[in-house]
């Protein structure tokens, strides 16, 4: 019974530390914020759309190296050291971004800084997350993803309520509910960091943090991915690269003069967007993971991409609202057949594949975001419909991506012809 009571409590308190770190994860994603403000901050900063997308980009690039250089210090250091300097570095952006007044400089060096430590402090969570639970890091890591979702459905409501407080408050201006927010988040932030200390001296209650132990010497050789695992590098690039643009400019899509009326407001429908996506990865994990596996590379991009296409088609805002959360539902479960599909062939190139996806989607969506705002810009926002339509067409090309693939490299076995696959 003694033992039974010091592995409950042990449990419960392993789990307050999940709970805490998961809510830190929230609270660290709050520059999310930014594009919800679309217009607001774009006359604000008096900035184009190519600045928009100049400013909503510009932290992917420093995040790609510092991404790769994380995953080393973590095996380094631990996961706590690496989350607590993260989080004092991305307290830092933020606190950047509230003193930073109306320089739009000042916002693109903020961005940076977040950028270079936001990348490391979710890999490092998910580590902690894993040696918390080590018989449950799936659903550790789960968990991880879900809190991510809980942030994207509640900081467009968060965003939509600041704007309207603005508009009808006489002396509360958008400068006040642009700026404070991050000074409040900033400083909660720099607080908890605080409890990510090394604290050898009380090892029962230390949270877990030992570094992984060294195993083979990393070399390049290691990024030289057979023709399986490159192709679904490529696949997982295609889907993050646009699921990426489509959800920073979708709020400025939908407030564009492509509609002329607006029946709801755009970040109800980044939430709406956040809750399809935890809604249908909630019910893939409860699925047997040989169940519909060679559909799911498929038919969700496919699907989903064809939704959001006939919605934009029909320049209604409500279909293309609808379009977009419900598209989200079907292609969200696309990625996690990717990943499972990359562990599942090439378990010895997980991490190599993961890095390089990684890097190629850095590129991609800095590469992608300018070019999409240097595009609206030209044609107009009468037109941008037509531009938004170009990062929805990745879906369906990874949804053929995933049946090429399937056809070179997971053939059904003529043995088992009754397999649901």
């Known amino acids: 019974m003694a033992i039974d009571s010091i592995v409950t409590r042990r449990f419960r308190r392993h789990a307050l530390y999940a709970a805490m770190i998961s809510v830190i994860g929230v609270l660290a994603g709050y520059k999310g914020i930014l594009p919800v403000f679309r217009s607001h901050l774009m006359d604000y900063l008096d900035i184009g759309d190519s600045g928009f997308g100049l400013l909503l980009s510009v932290g992917f690039l420093p995040g790609l190296a510092s991404g790769l250089l994380g995953g080393q210090l973590i095996d380094r250091w631990g996961p706590r050291r690496v989350i607590r300097i993260c989080l004092v570095g991305i307290s830092c952006g933020m606190l950047i971004v509230t003193f930073a007044g109306q320089r739009f400089q000042a916002f693109l060096l903020a961005t940076a800084i977040s950028g270079i430590f936001t990348a490391p402090l979710f890999i490092a969570i998910s580590a902690y997350l ?159 993971g040989h169940v519909a596996r060679r559909a799911l590379m498929m038919v969700p991009g496919l699907l989903g991409g064809g939704i959001l296409i006939f919605g934009i088609l029909t320049r209604s805002y409500l279909l293309t609202s609808a379009g977009y959360v419900l598209g989200a539902f079907c292609w969200s479960c696309e990625y996690p057949a990717l990943i499972s599909s990359l562990l599942r062939h090439d378990q010895r190139r997980f991490g190599a594949a993961l890095a390089i996806s990684g890097m190629m989607t850095a590129l991609a969506i800095f590469t992608g975001m300018n070019a999409m705002g240097l595009l609206i810009d030209h044609i107009g926002e009468p037109n941008m419909w037509k531009a938004m339509l170009l990062p929805v067409l990745g879906f369906p090309l990874v949804g053929v991506g995933g049946g090429i693939w399937l056809l070179l490299f997971d053939k059904p076995r003529k043995s088992q012809p009754g397999s649901t696959g």
């Open 130 to 288: 894993s040696k918390l639970f080590p018989r449950n890091q799936r659903q550790a890591i789960s968990l991880n993803l879900a809190s991510s979702s809980i942030g994207g459905m509640m900081f467009p409501f968060v965003a939509e309520g600041l704007l309207s407080l603005a508009e009808k408050s006489g002396t509360i201006r958008f400068a006040h509910v642009l700026h404070l927010p991050f000074f409040i988040v900033g400083m909660l932030l720099l607080s908890l960091s605080f409890i990510y200390r090394p604290n050898t001296a009380t090892p029962v209650h230390t949270l877990p943090d030992a570094p992984n132990k060294a195993g083979p010497r990393w070399s390049w050789r290691d990024f030289l991915l057979p023709r399986r695992a490159f192709l679904l590098a490529m696949l997982i690039t295609m889907h993050g690269t646009s699921d990426t643009i489509l959800y920073f400019w979708m709020a400025r899509f939908l407030e564009s003069a492509s509609f002329p009326e607006q029946p709801i407001k755009p970040g109800v429908v980044l939430s709406g967007f956040a809750l399809a996506y935890l809604v249908a990865r909630g019910l893939l994990a409860l699925l047997p």
